[in-house]
Antibody, heavy 123, light 110 residues
Framework: EVHLVESGGGLVRAGGSLRLSCAASGFTFSTYSMNWVRQAPGKGLEWVSS????????YYASSMKGRFTISRDNAKNSLYLQMNSLRAEDTAVYYC????????????????WGQGTMVTVSS | QSALTQPASVSGSPGQSITISCTGT?????????VSWYQQYPGKAPRLMIYDVNSRPSGVSNRFSGSRSGNTASLTISGLQAEDEADYYCCSYTSSSPSLFGTGTKVTVL
């Protein structure tokens, strides 16, 4: 069965750092683009970042650029998000999500989601 | 970049059809065929319901359909059921960012 499991969330002070991980199983991880999407408490979904299959193409939402770094390790079937200079407004559930395109390439539709990991930034 | 615009809430009676709109610009919804829709229950992860404007993943009921006219995409739920009560989000590729979500719509089954 296809699974994504996030970890690494927690409570951190403003200005601090946190590294999120997403472990993939049940599919060939290296053939899919991957994404991070977040959701602040009581708010809507917000796309954070994406990375192509071989990490050739990496994109960030403008508010995260320069503070967040997405990476992946295909040998470990894992996706990461390094978050620095955290702000109170970064408080959210962070989901990793698979792009459904596979070897076709990114289709910008997310067909598999993890359960999310909560990040709380205290001011 | 501002979120795509969706109505905050839509409601309908069981068996009725409802339509949720998602309004953007020619730089996102109107310019690319990468519009998707997601269903989300409280405390749960989103679920893909529609991709590429009007395609349905396997396992999604054919009561859900997508369309687009100009810069506005729409999700129609026909034969509304109690289990359809959830939040729904659109998402589009844009000229400046791979993905931009809508503001979200709460669907209530009366």
């Amino acid at each position: 069965e296809v699974h994504l499991v996030e970890s690494g969330g927690g409570l951190v002070r403003a200005g601090g750092s946190l590294r999120l991980s997403c472990a993939a199983s049940g599919f060939t991880f290296s053939t899919y683009s991957m994404n991070w999407v977040r959701q602040a408490p009581g708010k809507g979904l917000e796309w954070v970042s994406s990375v192509s299959r071989s990490s050739d193409y990496i994109y960030y939402a403008s508010s995260m650029k320069g503070r967040f770094t997405i990476s992946r390790d295909n040998a470990k079937n894992s996706l990461y998000l390094q978050m620095n200079s955290l702000r109170a407004e970064d408080t959210a559930v962070y989901y990793c999500a698979r792009d459904r395109g596979g070897i076709v390439g990114a289709t910008y539709a997310f067909d598999i989601w993890g359960q999310g990991t909560m990040v709380t930034v205290s001011s | 970049q501002s979120a795509l615009t969706q109505p905050a809430s839509v409601s309908g009676s069981p068996g009725q059809s409802i339509t949720i709109s998602c309004t953007g610009t020619s730089s996102d919804v109107g310019g690319y065929d990468y519009v998707s829709w997601y269903q989300q229950y409280p405390g749960k992860a989103p679920r893909l319901m529609i991709y590429d404007v009007n395609s349905r993943p396997s396992g999604v009921s054919n009561r859900f359909s997508g369309s687009r006219s100009g810069n506005t995409a729409s999700l129609t739920i026909s034969g509304l059921q109690a289990e359809d009560e959830a939040d729904y989000y659109c998402c589009s590729y844009t000229s400046s960012s791979p993905s931009l979500f809508g503001t979200g719509t709460k669907v209530t089954v009366l």
